[in-house]
């Protein structure tokens, strides 16, 4: 409605990127130009979510609570810890990004957008039909998409099969797979799971976005996964334990893992789903439910208050 776009229009109105902060290996691995400090992490994270729920409100369909809660961790990513070029989406050096649970899509679309990979005014055709911005990541379509997804389960396997191929090339990139708790009632994950500890993927970090709900309800009333530490601990993982709305622990741990030899690391994210709106925090029910105009408009009033 008129009401909407405007808000949204208004609001999205371009402005340079507040810089992309992982730049190439070609750089020398420079860590110089990265941003570490939190409190610049965090006014990022704050428009980012405001971005999201621009974009939900224009789309008027697509997930609220996933997004929200994994706001630090792209941010970490794309701005602390991995190696990317925003102007050079294909660089072969750069890391590989592996999304599985494709419908938490609208904050990958707003980091990336923030970071400079395509217009930030684009954000507002999420959904819409002949967008690049697809309610599921198509790959191809948009700069810094690495895989389609949608069909959860799946992006496990398709990073495994990324990291082998880069040690078989003797490619020194990093590949990152981002997976939802819920994926783990998939047998598929699991069978990657096997894959990459029997290769000993130790080029390959998975970051499990544990915020304990999925579709119908919560995790483990639906289908427990706990002791999920233990699980990938006896598959042969190396398991690394966060909050993962704190940057310090993200970064912390992406780094870590970089250290550790002859077999891949999860970082198990815990992650408050809906994080930074009490509305939406931690209820499953925003797990797929768009907020209407007035409750983005309340919930960007809450955020610009924080
Ligand atoms: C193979 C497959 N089965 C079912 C779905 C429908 N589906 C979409 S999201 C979702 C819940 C998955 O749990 P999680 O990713 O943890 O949800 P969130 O934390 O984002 O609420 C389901 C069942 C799907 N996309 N793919
Ligand atoms: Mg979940």
Same mark, same amino acid.
């Given at each position: 409605m008129a009401v909407e776009k405007t808000m949204a229009n208004h609001d999205m109105? &371009?402005?340079? %990127?507040?810089? !992309? &902060?992982?730049? %190439?290996?070609?750089? @020398? #691995? &420079? +860590?110089?130009? =990265?941003?570490?400090d939190p409190a610049k992490l965090a006014s990022l994270a704050r428009e980012v979510r405001k971005d999201i729920l621009r974009m939900l409100v224009e789309a008027k369909s697509g997930h609220t609570a996933g997004p929200l809660g994994m706001v630090e961790v792209f941010t970490a990513l794309y701005y602390a810890c991995i190696n990317h070029d925003p102007k050079n989406p294909?660089?072969? /050096?750069r890391d590989r990004v592996i999304l599985s #649970?494709?419908?938490?899509c609208p904050v990958h679309y707003a980091v990336l957008a923030e970071a400079? $990979? *395509? %217009? =930030?005014?684009?954000?507002? +055709?999420?959904?819409?039909?002949? &967008?690049?911005? @697809?309610?599921h990541p198509h790959r191809g379509?948009?700069?810094?998409?690495e895989n389609s997804s949608? %069909?959860?389960? @799946?992006g496990l396997a398709q990073a495994c099969g990324v990291a082998l191929a880069a040690r078989l090339d003797k490619k020194q990139f990093r590949t990152i797979a981002l997976l939802s708790? /819920?994926?783990?009632?998939?047998?598929s994950t699991w069978e990657a799971v096997m894959f990459a500890a029997k290769y000993k993927l130790d080029n390959l970090v998975a970051i499990v976005?544990? #915020? *304990?709900?999925q579709i119908d309800g919560d995790t483990e009333t639906i289908m427990p996964l706990e002791p999920f530490a233990d699980k990938y601990r006896a598959f042969g993982w190396n398991v690394i334990e966060i909050d993962g709305n704190d940057f310090t622990q993200i970064i912390s741990a992406y780094e870590k893992a970089r250290t550790v030899k002859g077999k891949p690391t999860v970082i198990i994210a815990k992650i408050i789903p809906g994080k930074g709106v009490k509305m939406f925090? !931690? #209820? $499953?029910?925003?797990?797929?439910k768009t907020p209407s105009a007035d409750e983005a408009k309340a919930a960007i009033a809450e955020i610009d208050s924080k």
């Open positions: 109105e &371009s402005r340079k %990127p507040a810089g !992309n &902060s992982g730049l %190439p290996d070609s750089a @020398q #691995n &420079s +860590t110089k130009e =990265r941003c570490k294909q660089w072969d /050096g #649970n494709g419908h938490i400079g $990979y *395509f %217009p =930030r005014e684009e954000l507002l +055709t999420l959904r819409k039909l002949g &967008s690049r911005l @697809q309610g379509a948009l700069p810094g998409i949608g %069909p959860l389960g @799946q708790d /819920g994926e783990h009632d998939e047998g976005d544990r #915020n *304990f709900i925090e !931690n #209820n $499953y029910k925003w797990h797929g």
